[in-house]
């Protein structure tokens, strides 16, 4: 039976920099490696809220980015 294991976690948080000329959200990401892989979900919230305090630009969104090795 196949197993995953849990190689390496991202946080991505993508920010509205503004609005273009076609009234679109201009939106920029900034992706933080080498998280702990033990974080919770509320732990990676806490560290997204302090971060979003140090910008300028609207969080648009948060995101967790998991990569798994597959193993027979």
């Not at 948060?62 to 090795?69: I, K, P, V």
């Amino acid at each position: 039976m196949a197993e995953t294991l849990l190689a390496e976690s991202k946080l991505r948080l993508v920010f509205q920099a503004g609005i273009d000329e076609d009234s679109k959200p201009i939106l920029k990401a900034k992706t933080f490696g080498n998280v702990n892989k033990a974080v919770t979900a509320d732990q990676l919230y806490q560290v997204t809220q302090a971060v979003v305090g140090l910008t300028v630009d609207e969080l648009s969104g948060a995101q967790r980015m998991d990569s798994l090795d597959l193993l027979a």
